[in-house]
């Protein structure tokens, strides 16, 4: 992979930057907190995805000035130019994938496939060089580094590599070349002197070497009958088998005569699941039919219609009709109880005002006085009280000149009493209506007050001396109110009391006006009323109204209409299950006559006649297709078993033989045995031979000695074989790279270090060795050389990968601690690498410029 460019929209300090990259080998050049290390991080997150808060171990990257987060990556790859997106979102981020040379987008899948397995972790193990844990490189080995490399090809490489490490340490345990408290070690060495103390006692012994011959020579015997032995028992054991198979091959020739040409077609597994299908269809149709007619009959028995039902039905456009306006009837019953109400109450209260009121001579009520005769009539009573008072002063006769009358207000305080009067019977409300009635009357005595002091004040500004002139004027305005008193039904009533019942008058007068108003409404809306229940006179014989419960009818009427349509409704729903039902009844029968035909046509087309014949028929062919079947096995057995079958097989003959072999076997034995018993007797005598009384002992030590260390050397070979074998494994699933990667990591550290070191030893732990032949573990190395050292390794990674694997190398300021002529050498290397990857070189030594790298400077961004 060659990264060409880097279009960054919003990653830490970068906002919309555009990087480009000339050559595999390239340097990027920026003082501190130039942005290489963001930069660095922009490669990684858009390889590997970004990390989420807790991955970060140094915080996220979300720039201060823009929302915008990710960027694009641009790069080559096998010759093919393809084009990265990534911006934020979960997982990582939201990814899109572009092939730039056709133009196309491709499944994000492709550029995961491009990468795998190495991952974050993996790609800064083996492609990043900068700060590393010294502490922890101390105790790295050849199985670390190995295991390093092995997560990227091997499933499970950590428990492998576990693995190994426990089997070579037990191994260790057992046997070391130059070891002395290992077992095997230790065992070897008394085998050793255990072996010369028996060498030792055997020289003791003159006849020793006549009895071994003699023990030879019956050996030799012994080994040659034996061998006919065995050759005898092979034989006897090919036979016995022969016999065995007899069973089989009597059975394969009774079966001979039966071939496939016996099959009828119509009769196999097939075309019995489908005749069991047919009956099963055949059954659950029945009972279909069985369920459907059923229901049916219930359906039937339950749907009776009812004489209510049928009176619906028949006055059902009339009823529905009406009670459309059921609505509105309730409006006009609630009309009608409310005006009832009101009606009721208005005669109450005309009731208590009329008990209140004084009656006339004729128990009658006076009529109210019209508001434009109240100031005359009551001036009459003025002049009428003034009249009487000056006859019964006898007012003197002197004429005096008479004093301009004021214009009097007396009538305005009258009729703003009369109109507040007026005002008060008029409103519904019982206090206000008490007080204004007391203030209205009020206004009126205050008036008439006025007045008759006015009155007072004129007439006594012109005394009359005439004593009948008086009587005379007296009798005529007695006159008057005397006609008033009979116009107005007031006879028997004080004349005092005339003005003080006038406002309860007028208010007995307004009372009956609105009483009969009323009363006229009332009508009306029970004339609808009853009209709307005439409309129902058809339904007399179901609905009985009471005259007088207006809501309670329309309650029963709109009960005893909703029962109805229940009823009806019920019924239309049992009609249409019932048609429904008997659908599928017609249904279930068509489709058990189908069925049946079905079964019809099938038997037919099997030339048989009946089921049972169908049954018969099949249990035949299956018998036949049994044995077919063990036909064939026995071909096959008797195939594998490899007998030699003579084709004139007599198993009377082939019984004789095998009684003959196994009579010479028994003799064959016998001799065997007794051979075995004069070797048995020679090693005793050999034994007794011996002049030292423990050489028995000493070789039976020797040889239980013998067997311990075999069982430990076992145990060795097999935990090394296993320890080798894992190492074989692992190193054939990552196609050999561990020692070709350790190999050039040796070269390169050779170089960098100017060939002051030539070798590197992976052991325990990790050393490397001077060109004076001196060893140094990694802990006694200087920091440059240790920087050196992992830089060989990460470089010789990078190397060793890059044929299946060309990701790019980052160098994030790793030679600081480097002298001039290393620094040189490094530079070489990495020459060499980008020859085989791309190489990425940040640094904030600006002397980069003089040493032949591509430099893109990022203080001019």
Do not use: C
């Not at 097939?270 to 279909?288: G, L």
């Amino acid at each position: 992979m060659i990264i060409k460019e880097l279009v960054i929209y919003g990653y830490g300090k970068w906002v919309d930057q555009h990087f480009s990259f000339a050559t595999p080998l390239q340097a990027i050049y920026g003082p501190n907190e130039a942005g290489k290390s963001t930069i660095i991080d922009f490669i990684e997150s858009m390889l590997f995805g970004f990390q989420n808060k807790k991955q970060a171990v140094h915080g996220q990257f979300y720039p201060k000035t823009s929302k915008a987060y990710g960027g694009e990556l641009i790069f080559e790859q096998g010759h093919q130019n393809y084009k990265l997106v990534r911006i934020d979102g979960p997982k990582g981020g939201n990814v899109k994938f572009f092939d730039i040379d056709h133009d196309i987008e491709l499944p994000s899948a492709n550029f995961e496939a491009l990468l795998s397995p190495i991952d974050r972790q993996s790609y800064n193990q083996l492609f990043y060089f900068g700060d590393f844990d010294k502490k922890e490189f101390y105790k790295t080995d050849e199985t670390d580094l190995g295991l390093r490399i092995q997560r990227i090809g091997v499933t499970d490489a950590d428990k492998w590599a576990g693995l190994q490490k426990e089997l070579s340490k037990m191994a260790d345990e057992l046997y070391k070349p130059r070891g002395r408290k290992q077992q095997i070690n230790v065992k070897l060495k008394d085998y050793h002197e255990l072996e010369q103390k028996v060498q030792d006692a055997k020289k003791a012994y003159p006849a020793y070497l006549n009895l071994q011959s003699k023990l030879d020579d019956v050996t030799a015997n012994y080994a040659h009958q034996h061998n006919e032995l065995l050759q005898l028992q092979r034989h006897i054991q090919a036979d016995q088998q022969l016999e065995s198979y007899l069973p089989l091959i009597r059975e394969r020739s009774e079966l001979a005569k039966i071939s496939e040409n016996d099959l009828l077609t119509g009769f196999d597994d097939t075309d019995e699941a489908i005749f069991d299908r047919y009956r099963a269809d055949i059954t659950s149709v029945i009972a279909q039919v069985k369920d459907n007619q059923k229901q049916v009959d219930e359906i039937k028995k339950a749907s009776s219609e009812t004489p209510a039902q049928h009176f619906y039905e028949e006055n059902q456009f009339q009823i529905d009709a009406l009670m459309g306006d059921l609505a509105g009837q309730r409006n006009v019953a609630s009309r009608i109880q409310l005006m009832s109400s009101q009606r009721d109450k208005t005669q109450e209260k005309l009731l208590q005002l009329k008990a209140s009121l004084p009656k006339n001579e004729a128990g009658e009520l006076p009529l109210p006085f019209p508001n434009d005769q109240m100031n005359h009539i009551n001036e009459l009573l003025r002049q009428q009280g003034n009249l009487k008072d000056q006859l019964r002063n006898g007012e003197s006769r002197t004429t005096r000149r008479p004093k301009p009358a004021k214009k009097s207000l007396t009538p305005y305080y009258v009729i703003a009493g009369i109109i507040a009067l007026v005002a008060i019977l008029v409103s519904q409300h019982a206090v206000i209506s008490i007080i204004g009635y007391l203030m209205a009357l009020g206004i009126l005595g205050w008036g008439f007050t006025q007045q008759r002091n006015q009155s007072r004040d004129q007439f006594s500004s012109q005394p009359i001396t005439d004593q009948q002139a008086l009587n005379r004027q007296l009798a005529v305005i007695q006159n008057q109110l005397q006609q008033i008193s009979s116009d107005y039904r007031l006879s028997g009533i004080e004349e005092a009391k005339w003005f003080s019942i006038q406002s309860a008058l007028h208010q007995v007068d307004d009372l009956q006006q609105s009483l009969s108003e009323n009363n006229h409404q009332l009508e009306a809306e029970q004339k609808k009323y009853e009209h709307y229940l005439d409309q129902w006179q058809f339904a007399r014989d179901w609905i009985h109204f009471d005259p007088d419960a207006y809501t309670h009818n329309l309650d029963l009427l709109e009960q005893t209409v909703n029962h109805w349509q229940q009823q009806f409704a019920e019924f239309r729903q049992k009609q249409k299950n019932l048609v429904i039902f008997q659908n599928l009844v017609d249904q279930t029968n068509a489709k058990l006559t189908q069925t049946k035909k079905q079964v019809t046509d099938f038997l037919t087309q099997r030339a048989v006649h009946s089921e049972d014949e169908f049954k018969r028929t099949l249990a035949q062919q299956k018998q036949l297709r049994e044995k077919l079947r063990r036909k064939a096995e026995l071909n096959e057995q008797l195939e594998g078993a490899n007998i030699n079958m003579p084709n004139d097989l007599d198993e009377s003959k082939l019984k004789t033989k095998l009684d003959q072999e196994r009579q010479r076997l028994d003799d064959l034995q016998r001799s065997v045995n007794n051979m075995s018993e004069q070797k048995a007797e020679l090693n005793v005598q050999l034994t007794h031979l011996v002049e030292s009384g423990h050489y028995f002992d000493l070789r039976q030590q020797l040889a239980n000695l013998e067997t311990d260390i075999l069982d430990d050397l076992h145990r060795y070979l097999a935990l090394q074989l296993s320890t080798r074998w894992i190492q074989n494994v692992l190193n054939i699933a990552t196609k050999g790279r561990v020692p070709k990667i350790l190999k050039l990591a040796k070269q390169y550290f050779a170089t960098l270090t100017d060939h002051q070191y030539k070798n590197i030893l992976f052991e325990n732990e990790i050393s490397v060795v001077r060109k004076d032949d001196v060893a140094f573990t990694v802990n006694e190395l200087s920091k440059g050389t240790l920087e050196q050292l992992y830089l060989a390794l990460i470089l010789s990674m990078t190397v060793g990968f890059s044929d299946q694997y060309p990701l790019p190398i980052m160098i994030d300021d790793g030679f600081v601690n480097f002298d001039k002529t290393r620094r040189q050498a490094a530079f070489a290397i990495l020459k060499q690498v980008s020859q085989k990857t791309q190489v990425l070189y940040f640094t904030a030594n600006d002397e980069i410029r003089n040493h032949g790298f591509e430099v893109l400077d990022l203080s001019q961004f």
